[in-house]
């Protein structure tokens, strides 16, 4: 097996720089998690009101099983 070993270079700059660097780089990451969990967030809302819409949709359908039963079931 051969020992391949990567080697990721090291930004050159002052500690200035790099703390910058560092900092940009967080920043852009919560940006995008906030970006998705904001689309998940939308998702789920459509979603749920597209649920609670069928649900009184088939809570004004006609009960065929209670009709069988000979009662209506809730």
């Known amino acids: ?3 391949i070993r990567w080697v990721v270079p090291v930004p050159q700059g002052t500690p200035d720089e ?3 660097y560092e900092l940009a780089h967080e920043f852009y990451q919560e940006v995008g998690h906030r ?3 904001e689309c998940h967030c939308q ?3 459509a979603t ?3 649920n609670r ?3 009184q949709k ?3 359908d ?3 099983l209670g009709w069988f039963y000979g009662k209506r079931w809730t």
């Open 53 to 55: 819409q069928e649900l």
């Open 58 to 60: 088939m809570r004004g």
């Open 48 to 50: 749920a009101k597209a």
């Open 62 to 64: 006609f009960n065929l």
């Open 18 to 20: 790099l703390i910058t």
């Open 35 to 37: 970006e998705a969990l």
């Open 43 to 45: 998702w789920y809302h």
């Open 1 to 3: 097996m051969n020992d």
